[in-house]
């Protein structure tokens, strides 16, 4: 993946995965790492930081004799996901202008090469 997903990305990836259900600690490092890269190490400081700021709650349950720890929105962060993902749209709508206009630009260069091709009888190295 040629994206690093950071800082208030990534919270917001975190607060989307957690969303529909909550998932344990293991869960959600595993599923952040097949779809983003991010590994177990990067994503705890940002579970932290999200119950600290009380965007997530938790909780342990027993599995196989051991407990394990699942992380759940809360009403706030589900309120900050809502923020997180207007914002996004808009970021990704400025982007999408962008990349439009540089797609175009290889879009009017290939057409050129060939419209050249074609006066040439094919053959552009004349």
Same mark, same amino acid.
């Given at each position: 993946?040629?994206?690093? /997903?950071?800082?208030?990305?990534?919270?917001? +990836?975190? $607060?989307?995965?957690?969303?529909?259900?909550?998932? %344990?600690?293991?869960? !959600?490092?595993? @599923?952040?790492?097949?779809?983003?890269?991010?590994? &177990?190490?990067?994503?705890?400081?940002?579970?932290?930081?999200? $119950? =600290?700021?009380? +965007?997530? !709650?938790? *909780?342990?349950?027993? *599995?196989?004799? @051991?407990?394990? @720890? %699942? *992380? =759940?929105?809360?009403? =706030?962060?589900?309120?900050?996901? +809502?923020?997180? =993902?207007?914002?996004?749209? !808009?970021?990704?709508?400025?982007?999408? *202008?962008? !990349?439009?206009?540089?797609?175009? #630009? /290889?879009?009017?260069?290939?057409?050129? #090469?060939?419209?050249?091709?074609?006066?040439?009888?094919?053959?552009?190295? &004349?």
């Amino acid at each position: 993946m040629g994206f690093i /997903v950071t800082g208030i990305l990534l919270d917001a +990836c975190v $607060l989307g995965a957690l969303s529909d259900s909550p998932a %344990y600690g293991y869960e !959600l490092t595993q @599923r952040t790492q097949i779809q983003l890269g991010i590994s &177990e190490t990067a994503l705890y400081p940002v579970l932290r930081r999200l $119950l =600290k700021e009380e +965007c997530l !709650l938790f *909780y342990d349950e027993p *599995y196989d004799g @051991r407990n394990r @720890r %699942y *992380y =759940k929105l809360t009403d =706030k962060g589900l309120e900050v996901l +809502c923020t997180y =993902k207007s914002d996004w749209l !808009l970021h990704k709508k400025n982007i999408d *202008y962008f !990349l439009a206009e540089s797609m175009q #630009v /290889v879009s009017d260069e290939q057409s050129s #090469v060939h419209e050249k091709e074609s006066e040439n009888g094919g053959n552009s190295h &004349e």
